[in-house]
């Protein structure tokens, strides 16, 4: 009783058998036996689709991992599974990831990256002691002495200074500052990061970003999503893909009738076409962007990869630096380097840097307010970077190890390049201008106007037809050069040089013989 009692006060009835056995309570009991169908919920409409996301993410775009390396990646899905295919691997030739195509890492780097990464083997006999100094110093400038820890926004001032230091000795003396270094994940976030802070204005004050064609799909990815205007000058393919200033000046003359052009960037040495600018070019980009104001972006990364004996590096940061104090202190540049390119191949640490000289004392707030959001580049990418900037010195333990690898990966692109050059033209209906840096070659495709006519039954662009076709026959994957930009009616794709020199041959020949065939099929 006391019991039923108290389920009665809690709003509660006791329990009487029910026709299974199992209790009910006596008011279920009573009830008449009601059939209860319960309801399905209501699909509600997606908040995010295709239709209400941003529109500037959905327009971007970028080759180098675009739809050709998607269909590489369900091809070796399908070699994993057995399925026969006309060859035994996919050959990733669309991206310059040096260390997936076999390069060997610097021993040096990977040391110092293991007794930062590892602090306990700075008690190891195994470990060079200059590759320790390194070391020390870097944990030392880290909060709790380990890699572990957040930097600055603006990275670890050290590393900063040796940056510094680096780009002092590269360009003669021409003194660089570190507050003027920032250190980022590989090139491609400063780019992105100094860009977000130059775009502006709506209709025909919008910023208008000058970028050359062919270029490298981050610029256009980029501007698609900060929605400002892209402005192409064409580079000249008759001319080893030359930068011509009344080029330049045809690009912002048109471009002002709807935008305001405000960006300038370059790629020296070129990617994807090669090509390494000459001192008097350089002049002239300088003293045209003083003459129209525009603001120079000076993509670097590929500095150390010159392979050509008549060409040499000269960085943007020198030159300006020689044409006297009315150009020096006055144009507005900015200049990126990383430790994924050159001899160094380390992409995945995502080390880099930008120098941004002249820049308005107000803007570098900004621009520490605009890195301080994502708190701080990799603090193990930066220590890569400081490596790249602070190698072994003669008199050193490693010195004579470190140049032997360094001069090692260099020459040996050097000999690709030269090779690839060659063996593309003497294939009819390839045309390769010479690989004189980076670490790519951008040869001209003839495609037979029924092979046109296919690629649009396809609804494809020309070269990515041929590029589709060159990976589901051959499995090799390079880029259609119509995701770099390319004058209309020319047709290219981008291969990069990096695969061991034996496989490299492979790959040429594998290429001629299906372009011949490719010919044959649609003449």
């Not at 529109?55 to 599974?81: S, T």
């Amino acid at each position: 009783m006391q019991r039923a009692a108290a389920l009665v006060r809690r709003g509660c009835c006791p329990r009487t058998p029910g026709p299974w056995g199992r209790r009910q309570s006596s008011a279920a009991a009573e009830a008449p036996a009601v059939l209860q169908v319960r309801r399905e919920p209501s699909r509600r409409e997606r908040i995010l689709t295709l239709e209400s996301m941003n529109p500037q993410v959905k327009a971007v775009e970028y080759a180098v991992r675009g739809p050709i390396v998607l269909k590489a990646g369900e091809i070796e899905l399908e070699l994993q599974r057995g399925i026969k295919k006309p060859f035994t691997e996919v050959i990733r030739a669309n991206i310059g990831d040096a260390q997936a195509m076999g390069q060997q890492p610097i021993t040096f780097l990977r040391q110092v990256m293991a007794l930062c990464t590892y602090p306990n083997l700075l008690d190891s006999p195994s470990f060079p002691e200059d590759a320790k100094k390194r070391a020390r110093r870097i944990l030392q400038a880290c909060g709790g002495n380990s890699l572990g820890s957040y930097s600055a926004s603006q990275g670890v001032n050290c590393i900063r200074e040796d940056v510094a230091a680096y780009i002092t000795q590269r360009d003669g003396g021409v003194p660089a500052d570190p507050d003027n270094v920032y250190l980022t994940t590989g090139a491609s976030d400063g780019i992105s990061t100094i860009l977000k802070i130059l775009v502006s204005g709506g209709g025909k004050s919008r910023t208008g970003v000058m970028i050359p064609i062919p270029q490298y799909p981050l610029y256009s990815a980029v501007i698609s999503e900060l929605d400002a205007v892209q402005v192409n000058y064409y580079l000249d393919e008759e001319n080893c893909w030359a930068l011509n200033v009344n080029e330049l000046r045809r690009a912002v003359r048109e471009a002002k009738e709807h935008c305001d052009p405000k960006v300038l960037c370059i790629i020296n040495p070129g990617n994807p076409t090669g090509q390494v600018q000459s001192r008097k070019c350089i002049e002239d980009v300088i003293h045209f962007a003083w003459e129209e104001q525009l603001f120079l972006l000076a993509d670097e990364v590929y500095q150390d990869n010159v392979y050509s004996p008549d060409c040499r590096f000269h960085s943007f940061k020198k030159v300006l630096s020689e044409m006297g104090p009315e150009y020096s202190s006055n144009v507005e540049l900015a200049s990126f380097h990383s430790t994924s390119k050159g001899y160094m191949g380390e992409c995945g640490y995502r080390g880099g840097y930008m120098e941004v000289v002249n820049l308005h004392p107000e803007i570098k707030g900004q621009l520490v307010k605009l890195l301080s959001v994502r708190l701080c580049p990799p603090v193990s990418g930066q220590a890569a970077m400081d490596v790249v900037v602070n190698p072994p010195v003669p008199g050193e333990e490693s010195f004579e190890q470190f140049i032997r690898e360094k001069e090692s990966v260099l020459s040996n692109l050097a000999k690709k390049a030269k090779l690839t050059e060659d063996l593309f033209n003497q294939v009819p209906g390839i045309h390769c201008n010479p690989l004189q840096g980076a670490m790519y070659a951008f040869p001209r495709i003839f495609i037979p106007p029924k092979a046109v006519a296919a690629a649009q039954a396809h609804n494809m662009a020309p070269d990515m037809f041929y590029c589709m076709k060159l990976l589901e026959e051959t499995g090799i994957c390079v880029v259609p050069g119509s995701g770099f930009g390319q004058r209309e009616g020319t047709y290219h794709f981008r291969m990069t040089i990096l695969p061991p020199l034996e496989k490299l041959k492979t790959v040429l020949q594998k290429v001629k013989d299906f372009h011949l065939q490719f010919l044959e099929k649609y003449k």
